[in-house]
């Protein structure tokens, strides 16, 4: 038996169950109130779209057939602009020659790059050559490469299917060191093909101290 | 880069490894994977699950016939769990971490049954139906996937978080991944994987579906369970370089080690033997060693190295844990694993690689390395119980 309280579990009727219409998942709204929910404090945010005139995210040298990275870029492009630091000078209460704080690149998404799949299964079930390019990015992580490239994030890059994992893990990492701050992106690509793609980012930063671990495990004298 | 990494710290608990269970292009269970593995002997063979006549490579390490991931998935859980002695009720309550690609249906469901085939959901019904009534989540970040699943679970039971989590990972070769990694030209040419050799062409895909049971050792104790191996410590950190190629001076495979290092409290000179990521690839091996350099520093030249996807090939997702259960049953044994398929000295990576069979660990931990696209890399330090 667990003594200890359980590992947050996934999301259930969160802060956003009740009246009025539930934000989407891949929305700078729905990750915040996750963030809230796991004591993680939001340094910056965005999603895509913003506007009536984010029609197609800029496309990413080397992506091809998929709007899943340029999605993910674009979301951490507006967020990463948006967060402390993002000017000329160090970031508020780092040194001079400190750099960008250690920042883990955690991507979340159910369904990953399900057009590339789609596009992938489609030509070996009929023979059709496959490009190249598509070796790298039917994963996750190569966005999460392109985005930690583009602005030096050295922390881990970590890459799950829910945003209560997400923050779960972003939380974990920031409280062991593992990363100074976490850079959390959702991508919902269109399931269907008249549906909306949407993706969003937050910049986060470790919350209020924890309380108090707790004192009695299985196997340990009280 | 930055140079402000933040010291690693966890949680106050020791973590140990009570149950684990593995199916390979070797067989079922640990004893042949891991008799393959110290006899440098390779599984692969032309891949007969589909077709590859239209591809310019043919070899994978596949177990006989067309398994089911979900089905494997739950007896390799089952099993892992019988062998940590834990009971339906003990189950019941359990976590589940799952590293997998995705959902193997999704890509051919039909839009409207899209959603329903996501890993979350995936992950959720493999915990189900093994009786884990615990949160489940997947991780899906390619050939680190398994291994951050590891250092989560570990993390959380250090914090007190979970008295013990479930850790289950899988990958079996399949034509839409053996496709791209084809047309992206990393499959070895000749059929063999050759870690940290001259001549070496690329990686071959191979089956991996594991799972393991990390645990408090407190909580292990307390119900007379015999721990299979000491999680010491884990790190990870990225590269902040490259869509897929790794950084060629290694630093950030040498973060993820320093701070597993650090974590376990041990020094280079405890370093007995490292499963290195060791893909095959060029980039990829040269960078690896330099990471070793920078991080074991003067034992790097004399600490025994060997990639045992030279035997077991690459099960992607899965590979990370399969090569733990590996390394654990190795220092368990007593004896290393051999780089199979070596075939020379490539002077990029200077390293003590393990040829010959019969070597010893030198030390009483392990390291189990891995990188991934995107610049992940991760770092698991084992020790004997």
């Given at each position: 038996?667990?003594?200890?309280?359980?590992?947050?579990?996934?999301?259930?009727?969160?802060?956003?169950?009740?009246?009025?219409?539930?934000?989407?998942?891949?929305?700078?709204?729905?990750?915040?109130?996750?963030?809230?929910?796991?004591?993680?404090?939001?340094?910056?945010?965005?999603?895509?779209?913003?506007?009536?005139?984010?029609?197609?995210?800029?496309?990413?040298?080397?992506?091809?057939?998929?709007?899943?990275?340029?999605?993910?870029?674009?979301?951490?492009?507006?967020?990463?602009?948006?967060?402390?630091?993002?000017?000329?000078?160090?970031?508020?209460?780092?040194?001079?020659?400190?750099?960008?704080?250690?920042?883990?690149?955690?991507?979340?998404?159910?369904?990953?790059?399900?057009?590339?799949?789609?596009?992938?299964?489609?030509?070996?079930?009929?023979?059709?050559?496959?490009?190249?390019?598509?070796?790298?990015?039917?994963?996750?992580?190569?966005?999460?490469?392109?985005?930690?490239?583009?602005?030096?994030?050295?922390?881990?890059?970590?890459?799950?299917?829910?945003?209560?994992?997400?923050?779960?893990?972003?939380?974990?990492?920031?409280?062991?060191?593992?990363?100074?701050?976490?850079?959390?992106?959702?991508?919902?690509?269109?399931?269907?093909?008249?549906?909306?793609?949407?993706?969003?980012?937050?910049?986060?930063?470790?919350?209020?101290?924890?309380?108090?671990?707790?004192?009695?495990?299985?196997?340990?004298?009280? | 880069?930055?140079?402000?990494?933040?010291?690693?710290?966890?949680?106050?608990?020791?973590?140990?490894?009570?149950?684990?269970?593995?199916?390979?292009?070797?067989?079922?269970?640990?004893?042949?994977?891991?008799?393959?593995?110290?006899?440098?002997?390779?599984?692969?063979?032309?891949?007969?699950?589909?077709?590859?006549?239209?591809?310019?490579?043919?070899?994978?390490?596949?177990?006989?016939?067309?398994?089911?991931?979900?089905?494997?998935?739950?007896?390799?859980?089952?099993?892992?769990?019988?062998?940590?002695?834990?009971?339906?009720?003990?189950?019941?309550?359990?976590?589940?971490?799952?590293?997998?690609?995705?959902?193997?249906?999704?890509?051919?469901?039909?839009?409207?049954?899209?959603?329903?085939?996501?890993?979350?959901?995936?992950?959720?019904?493999?915990?189900?139906?093994?009786?884990?009534?615990?949160?489940?989540?997947?991780?899906?970040?390619?050939?680190?996937?398994?291994?951050?699943?590891?250092?989560?679970?570990?993390?959380?039971?250090?914090?007190?978080?979970?008295?013990?989590?479930?850790?289950?990972?899988?990958?079996?070769?399949?034509?839409?991944?053996?496709?791209?990694?084809?047309?992206?030209?990393?499959?070895?040419?000749?059929?063999?994987?050759?870690?940290?050799?001259?001549?070496?062409?690329?990686?071959?895909?191979?089956?991996?579906?594991?799972?393991?049971?990390?645990?408090?050792?407190?909580?292990?104790?307390?119900?007379?369970?015999?721990?299979?191996?000491?999680?010491?410590?884990?790190?990870?950190?990225?590269?902040?370089?490259?869509?897929?190629?790794?950084?060629?001076?290694?630093?950030?495979?040498?973060?993820?080690?320093?701070?597993?290092?650090?974590?376990?409290?041990?020094?280079?000179?405890?370093?007995?033997?490292?499963?290195?990521?060791?893909?095959?690839?060029?980039?990829?091996?040269?960078?690896?060693?330099?990471?070793?350099?920078?991080?074991?520093?003067?034992?790097?030249?004399?600490?025994?190295?060997?990639?045992?996807?030279?035997?077991?090939?690459?099960?992607?997702?899965?590979?990370?844990?399969?090569?733990?259960?590996?390394?654990?049953?190795?220092?368990?044994?007593?004896?290393?694993?051999?780089?199979?398929?070596?075939?020379?000295?490539?002077?990029?990576?200077?390293?003590?690689?393990?040829?010959?069979?019969?070597?010893?660990?030198?030390?009483?931990?392990?390291?189990?390395?891995?990188?991934?696209?995107?610049?992940?890399?991760t770092a698991l330090l084992v020790g004997a119980p």
């Amino acid at each position: 038996m667990n003594l200890t309280s359980a590992l947050p579990l996934r999301p259930g009727p969160g802060p956003d169950a009740g009246p009025g219409p539930r934000p989407a998942a891949a929305s700078a709204a729905a990750l915040t109130q996750a963030a809230s929910a796991a004591c993680l404090r939001v340094l910056s945010s965005a999603q895509w779209p913003e506007s009536a005139e984010d029609r197609a995210a800029p496309a990413i040298a080397g992506f091809v057939v998929s709007s899943f990275s340029p999605l993910a870029a674009e979301a951490a492009r507006r967020c990463l602009l948006r967060g402390p630091g993002s000017g000329p000078g160090p970031a508020p209460g780092r040194p001079d020659d400190a750099g960008r704080p250690v920042t883990a690149v955690v991507v979340v998404s159910p369904l990953g790059d399900l057009a590339g799949a789609a596009h992938v299964a489609e030509a070996v079930d009929d023979g059709a050559r496959i490009g190249p390019l598509l070796f790298f990015q039917a994963v996750p992580n190569a966005v999460a490469g392109h985005v930690a490239a583009r602005w030096q994030l050295t922390g881990p890059v970590v890459c799950v299917a829910d945003t209560a994992t997400a923050m779960t893990v972003s939380a974990l990492l920031l409280a062991d060191g593992d990363a100074e701050e976490a850079l959390l992106i959702r991508v919902d690509q269109a399931h269907t093909p008249d549906g909306p793609d949407r993706a969003a980012a937050v910049l986060l930063g470790p919350g209020p101290p924890p309380a108090p671990e707790p004192q009695l495990h299985e196997g340990e004298q009280p | 880069m930055t140079e402000s990494v933040p010291a690693a710290r966890r949680g106050p608990r020791s973590v140990v490894v009570t149950g684990a269970a593995v199916l390979s292009a070797l067989g079922r269970g640990v004893p042949p994977l891991l008799s393959a593995t110290l006899d440098g002997a390779p599984a692969f063979a032309p891949v007969l699950r589909f077709d590859v006549s239209g591809r310019q490579a043919d070899g994978a390490a596949t177990y006989p016939g067309t398994p089911v991931l979900a089905e494997e998935l739950d007896q390799a859980v089952g099993e892992a769990c019988d062998e940590a002695g834990l009971s339906a009720a003990q189950r019941a309550g359990l976590p589940l971490h799952l590293a997998v690609h995705g959902d193997p249906e999704l890509a051919r469901a039909t839009p409207e049954r899209r959603p329903a085939h996501g890993a979350d959901v995936f992950a959720d019904a493999v915990a189900r139906r093994a009786g884990l009534s615990g949160a489940s989540r997947a991780y899906t970040s390619a050939c680190v996937a398994s291994s951050t699943a590891v250092a989560d679970a570990a993390a959380a039971v250090a914090h007190g978080q979970a008295d013990r989590i479930v850790v289950a990972a899988g990958y079996l070769v399949e034509a839409d991944q053996f496709a791209v990694f084809d047309a992206g030209r990393a499959l070895a040419r000749d059929g063999r994987v050759r870690p940290f050799s001259t001549g070496r062409t690329g990686l071959l895909l191979g089956d991996g579906v594991v799972a393991v049971v990390v645990e408090a050792a407190s909580a292990a104790r307390a119900r007379r369970a015999r721990p299979l191996a000491v999680l010491a410590g884990w790190g990870r950190a990225g590269d902040a370089y490259h869509v897929c190629r790794p950084r060629p001076d290694g630093t950030g495979l040498a973060r993820a080690i320093t701070d597993a290092l650090h974590r376990g409290g041990v020094g280079p000179e405890r370093i007995g033997y490292v499963n290195a990521h060791g893909s095959g690839t060029q980039v990829s091996d040269t960078a690896e060693a330099a990471a070793l350099r920078l991080a074991l520093g003067d034992h790097a030249p004399t600490v025994p190295v060997s990639s045992t996807k030279s035997v077991h090939g690459q099960a992607l997702e899965a590979g990370a844990l399969l090569e733990l259960v590996v390394t654990i049953a190795a220092l368990s044994a007593g004896r290393l694993p051999v780089n199979a398929g070596f075939l020379g000295p490539d002077e990029t990576c200077p390293l003590n690689l393990v040829l010959d069979r019969d070597a010893r660990p030198v030390a009483d931990h392990a390291l189990s390395l891995t990188t991934a696209f995107g610049g992940a890399n991760t770092a698991l330090l084992v020790g004997a119980p």
